[in-house]
């Protein structure tokens, strides 16, 4: 468990996370571990924000002298609302990750780090993807999936969200799940309360991925297993958008390899 402050009784220190609750986060020791095996005299640390106080515990933290700040759930779309210099990528999903204090830019790198765990799969053009959910995570991935060239259906437990959803990003909505596909990604947040989805497993393919957002085994991620699929939880893309901080702070790429060594 980290060492969590308060963002009013915070020390000076160079990089943050904050959120609410936040005192699970991995993110201190991943860049800790990059820093000494890069010889960096950097300090990461948890910082606890409530909601409504994103933009003046951004405000002082600048003061305090950090550098940059990471922004996990649920301040993503306020930390968007404050940047003064949010990207275009940032600015189509509407939330942002990762903010540098110094120079004001601001960028959501969940969503090319999301892509980056794609690689390893090798996914031909032309791929399909489902995507369980319609939160912040869901619009990440709406976002770049079709930029890599997967057509992609959204499906969502509130349907007028799943809707709306689908409309906006211009994707096709789907009434139930099924394992039809090549990539289903589950962006709910079921699995952190060990809740199952209601998939149709039955139509599955031999070479179907399976990924879930949240860290670790999950009954949906179980039920993939159990029919011999390729699973993926969420400690990649911790590891891939952390390290994509890293550069967007630093402009040195992390060793990736010692970050997921040091979230294990
Ligand atoms: P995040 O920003 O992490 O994506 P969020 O914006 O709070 O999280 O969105 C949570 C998503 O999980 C929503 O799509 C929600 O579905 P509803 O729109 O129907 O509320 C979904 N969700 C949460 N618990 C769920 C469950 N038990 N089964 C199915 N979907 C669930």
């Known amino acids: 468990m980290n060492e969590v402050y308060t963002w009013k009784n915070a020390p000076s220190a160079d990089f943050a996370v904050i959120g609410d609750p936040i005192d699970h986060s991995r993110s201190p020791q991943m860049h800790s571990a990059a820093y000494d095996a890069l010889g960096l005299v950097y300090r990461y640390i948890c910082v606890h924000v409530s909601a409504g106080e994103v933009g003046e515990a951004l405000e002082h933290l600048t003061h305090l002298g950090f550098r940059g700040v990471n922004v996990t759930v649920p301040h993503k779309a306020e930390a968007m609302a404050w940047s003064k210099e949010p990207d275009v990528l940032a600015q189509q999903i509407g939330a942002v990750n990762t903010v540098d204090l110094i ?17 390893p799969f090798g996914f031909p053009p032309g791929s399909n993807a489902l995507i369980l959910g319609a939160g912040g995570s869901a619009r990440a991935l709406a976002t770049v999936l079709p930029s890599a060239g997967f057509t992609v259906d959204i499906w969502n437990r509130t349907a007028e969200k799943a809707e709306a959803f689908a409309k906006e990003f211009g994707l096709n909505r789907i009434e139930s799940p099924t ?37 670790g085994q999950t009954p949906f991620l179980a039920e993939a297993h159990q029919l011999g699929l390729r699973t993926q939880d969420g400690k990649e893309l911790l590891v891939a958008q952390g390290a994509r901080s890293f550069r967007f702070w630093l402009g040195i790429d992390p060793p990736r390899d010692v970050m997921r060594q040091a979230i294990q």
């Not at 394992?179 to 209601?198: M, P, R």
């Open 103 to 119: 120079t004001g830019l601001a960028t959501n790198t969940d969503a090319p780090g999301f892509l980056d765990t794609l690689l």
């Open 179 to 215: 394992a039809n596909y090549d990539l289903i990604v589950n962006t709910t947040s079921a699995g952190l309360s060990q809740e199952k989805l209601d998939i149709d497993w039955s139509q599955h393919r031999a070479n179907t991925v399976v990924y879930d957002l949240v860290y």
